[in-house]
């Protein structure tokens, strides 16, 4: 792939932010470059040092667990971060266009509307597969970046990998970003193992959802190092903080305990769907490969609604393309589950 034909100009010849950390590396010395204070912190932690800018110590731990090179990954204020940061790389506002597959997940479009970067829609299918036709029907010159999310959200299924691929090959110009937030839910390997295949491929994940660390903020773009260089330099400099980069290397540690809660979470969510199931007022349940149904319901906004009544908070997806009359429910534990289901029953007394 060509990146100085795809990367902003502006981008390619900008001279970023240098910060102390950049400039000396060193782990031993009298750090009397960046303004800390040498006594300590008002907090019982040692946090009056910056943090590594580019989190090396990290990224090695996450790319041996990931057969990637450190050099491969970003780490981003969740990956809302890197889907921001691609968009600024790549799009000039006003010119350029992202390819989205909707119903799909919102960020992809609110980062372009904040940037003014244009819109191409290919919807999904109605049982929410790739329309390749309509795909390529759509890019153009100016598409410059294709989202996929899959398993996507809010439908909850993975999305053909045979058609990921076919889209990667037919445009090796543009970046078909594949976003695998819940992929840890899924039966199936990651396109992360396909990295050194496509040099437009950049694969996003997050501690957010199987790894339990939503709070933390933590999620990873895998890239072609020449792509990531390039979100390295537009990124705040210090984005990830020392007590996240530290609480990272010791889950990394810890990737079983994330494998027995996805075990227990896909087991809730097998339960939950055969209960709903049961119910009369459940249309549909479209199939999924995450942590999350997406329901049917006959009256789903009248249901919403008498479930917030109950404190028991679904998310509302009725409003959305091809999800007329669903709701996005997340599996919960069995408790939370068994609340959901008999609340419903109530509902329907
Ligand atoms: C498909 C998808 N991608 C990305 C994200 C953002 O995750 P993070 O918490 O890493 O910002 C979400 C959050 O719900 C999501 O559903």
């Given at each position: ?25 060193g ?15 008002v907090?019982d932690?040692?946090?009056n ?58 960020m992809?479009k ?43 959200n ?12 076919q889209i990667l ?19 199936t ?15 996003l ?13 933590l ?25 996240t ?5 010791e ?19 097998e ?28 009256e ?21 393309a ?28």
């Open positions: 792939m060509d990146f100085s034909q795809l990367i902003r100009k502006h981008i390619q010849s900008l001279t970023p932010y240098s910060s102390a950390r950049d400039e000396y590396t782990k031993e010395g009298i750090f009397l470059d960046a303004n800390e204070n040498p006594y300590g912190s907090l932690g040692s946090y040092r910056y943090p590594d800018p580019y989190q090396w110590e990290v990224k090695t731990k996450l790319a041996q667990l990931k057969g990637v090179k450190p050099e491969n990954i970003f780490l981003g204020n969740g990956s809302d971060e890197p889907i921001d940061l691609l968009i600024k790389a790549v799009c000039e506002p006003k010119e350029d266009h992202i390819m989205i597959m909707p119903p799909t997940y919102g992809y609110v980062c372009a509307d904040i940037q003014q970067v244009r819109i191409q829609q290919a919807p999904l299918t109605e049982d929410f597969h790739i329309d390749l036709d309509s795909v390529f029907d759509g890019v153009n010159a100016a598409t410059k970046i294709i989202w996929v999310c899959s398993p996507n809010p439908s909850g299924n993975l999305l053909s990998k045979h058609a990921v691929v090959k037919a445009f090796p110009d543009k970046l078909v970003v594949v976003d695998e937030a819940y992929i840890d839910f899924a039966d390997t990651s396109f992360v193992d396909e990295l050194n295949l496509y040099e437009n491929l950049v694969v994940q997050t501690f957010s959802k199987a790894w339990g660390m939503a709070g933390l903020r999620g990873v773009a895998y890239a072609h190092p020449t792509l990531i260089k390039v979100l390295n330099k537009i990124k705040y400099p210090y984005n990830i903080n020392i007590v980069q530290g609480l990272l290397l889950a990394l540690d810890k990737s079983e305990q994330k494998n027995e809660y996805v075990k227990t979470i896909v087991q809730q969510r339960i939950l769907e055969s209960q709903l199931k049961e119910l009369p007022n459940v249309l549909r349940i479209f199939p999924s490969d995450c942590n999350q149904l997406l329901v049917k319901f006959k789903a906004k009248k249901i919403f609604l008498y479930l917030l009544e109950q404190k028991i908070i679904v998310r509302d997806r009725s409003n959305v091809l999800c007329e009359d669903c709701l996005r429910i997340s599996v919960g534990t069995e408790q939370e589950n068994s609340a959901l289901l008999d609340a419903l029953k109530k509902y329907l007394a």
